[in-house]
């Protein structure tokens, strides 16, 4: 019999009420999601051990079932939340099908979510080309050789196909692959949550409207 996973138990009131005194927060409010998003990722960057631009993207395939998995984001800005994969992966696939998608950012350290949803669309092969050329060699070869979530018979292959890549580009600089390339998700939907004792947590929630946002609060 495999051990049970150590699933830690609800925080006892006790365990709350410690939190209260740290919690005493000005009530969450901002016009704007983009510059809320700037600035909790630049808190994110201070607190976070690692990768504070990391992101759990989710799609659906043909079949309508949801998939997910963590991507870094490269650039945000009014446009929208930008990431780069391999076009022929599942997410690349089920992304060009669907042309849907939602992010979540969850900072364990600051006890916050921003969850966003909208349509994704292709960045433009020069934004690409930027964002590449800004990538160690190692990991441009690396791009070359992945046939992302394809089956690898062997690590070995793999390893030999990046040494390929790696003679074929010589010194020089390794250009884009046709198959690597990024995404920007345009948000229609951003909530903004943050953690409160007792479980009464705060949503502060923006949905895209002709020239700007509304706004709006939820039950958490
Ligand atoms: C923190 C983190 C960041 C990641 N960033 C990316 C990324 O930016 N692009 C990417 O293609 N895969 C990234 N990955 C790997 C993906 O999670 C995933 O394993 C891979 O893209 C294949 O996903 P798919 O089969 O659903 O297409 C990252 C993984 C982790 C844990
Ligand atoms: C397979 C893969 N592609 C792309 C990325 C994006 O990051 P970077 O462009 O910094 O390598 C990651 C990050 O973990 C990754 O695992």
């Given amino acids: ?6 699933i830690p138990p609800s925080p006892t009131e006790d365990e709350y009420l410690k939190a209260v005194a740290s919690a005493d927060l000005p009530p969450l409010t901002a016009e704007d999601p983009v510059g809320l998003f700037a600035e909790w990722l630049a808190e994110a960057v201070k607190s976070e051990v690692n990768d504070p631009n990391a992101m759990a993207l989710a799609t659906v395939d043909a079949g309508g079932l949801p998939d997910v998995r963590m991507v ?3 650039d945000a800005g009014p446009d929208g939340f930008v990431f780069y994969t391999n ?11 669907s042309g849907k998608a939602a992010l979540l950012f969850h900072w364990k350290s600051l006890r916050r979510q921003v969850r966003v949803r909208g349509m994704v669309t292709p ?8 964002y590449w050329a800004t990538r160690a060699r190692p990991a441009q070869l690396g791009a070359w050789a992945s046939q992302q979530s394809q089956p690898l018979p062997d690590r070995l292959a793999f390893e030999k196909a990046i040494a390929a890549y790696g003679v074929k580009f010589g010194l ?4 884009r692959p046709p198959h690597w390339s990024g995404f920007r998700l345009t948000p229609s939907h ?23 946002w509304t706004t709006s609060r939820l039950y958490p």
């Fill in 1 to 6: 019999m495999s051990a049970k996973p150590p």
């Fill in 72 to 74: 870094l984001l490269k």
């Fill in 87 to 97: 076009l022929g992966s599942a997410k690349g696939q089920q992304l060009a099908a």
């Fill in 123 to 130: 960045v433009s092969a020069e934004e690409a080309d930027a």
């Fill in 172 to 175: 020089g600089k390794a250009p």
């Fill in 190 to 212: 951003i909530e903004f949550w943050r953690d409160r004792p007792f479980r009464l947590h705060e949503r502060l929630v923006f949905d895209a409207a002709p020239g700007g």
